[in-house]
T-cell receptor
Framework: ETGVTQTPRHLVMGMTNKKSLKCEQH?????MYWYKQSAKKPLELMFV???????ENNSVPSRFSPECPNSSHLFLHLHTLQPEDSALYLC??????????????FGEGSWLTVV | AQSVTQLDSQVPVFEEAPVELRCNYS??????LFWYVQYPNQGLQLLLK??????LVKGINGFEAEFNKSQTSFHLRKPSVHISDTAEYFC??????????????FGKGTKLSVKP
């Protein structure tokens, strides 16, 4: 069981499509994250939100657009993606930022395939 | 900047054997240390973490890790593994305040395969 829920679990999209990944945390946390997990690279932090404000953008291409309407919800809007963007996208949350030593709790991920 | 090295990409062991998964890190500032586990088709779950105090940290499922500051290592151990421990294990570090806010830097992972 997880306090962080991601939908959809699987998504196949064409390079010209627009889609969104959704994340909801039920833990009362203040910080939320998007990570990318691909086969050939370590887990990569993409975005960090703290109290709904973006605190970090780890040089992510603009074809990925995050949105955090409140502390419980986080979206990742996708448009004109490339095949190399195919990966597992993990949402996570923590009570406060990880730099405080807080545990980060992960969702089960959304598997994205770009065709 | 910080980096994490997990020397072994795959570790096969037999059931009930002991296992050690190695993790070394590099950082110019003090860090917190974590081990996460990822079972097939699931997200990551925290096994244990080191913040301060005793260098031997006990986690869930019988795992423990020892922080060695001089060797900048945080190796994960279990004295007797089960088939259910088959998973991928990730070592991660997070810098204290003053470093990259909110960033958890991961190693590439070690796939533990437990055979009967």
């Amino acid at each position: 069981e997880t306090g962080v829920t991601q939908t959809p679990r699987h998504l196949v999209m064409g390079m010209t499509n627009k889609k969104s990944l959704k994340c909801e945390q039920h833990l009362g946390h203040n910080a939320m994250y998007w990570y990318k997990q691909s086969a050939k690279k370590p887990l990569e932090l993409m975005f960090v939100y703290n109290f709904k404000e973006q605190t970090e953008n780890n040089s992510v291409p603009s074809r990925f657009s995050p949105e955090c309407p409140n502390s419980s919800h986080l979206f990742l809007h996708l448009h004109t993606l490339q095949p190399e963007d195919s990966a597992l996208y993990l949402c996570a949350s923590s009570q406060d930022l990880a730099s405080s030593g807080n545990t980060i709790y992960f969702g089960e991920g959304s598997w994205l395939t770009v065709v | 900047a910080q980096s994490v090295t997990q020397l072994d990409s795959q570790v096969p062991v037999f059931e009930e054997a002991p296992v050690e998964l190695r993790c070394n890190y590099s950082s110019s500032v003090s860090v917190y240390l974590f081990w996460y586990v990822q079972y097939p088709n699931q997200g990551l779950q925290l096994l244990l973490k080191y913040l301060s105090g005793s260098t031997l940290v006990k986690g869930i499922n019988g795992f423990e890790a020892e922080f060695n500051k001089s060797q900048t290592s945080f190796h994960l151990r279990k004295p007797s593994v089960h088939i259910s421990d088959t998973a991928e294990y990730f070592c991660a570090v997070s810098p204290f305040y003053g470093g990259s806010q909110g960033n958890l830097i991961f190693g590439k992972g070690t796939k533990l395969s437990v055979k009967p």
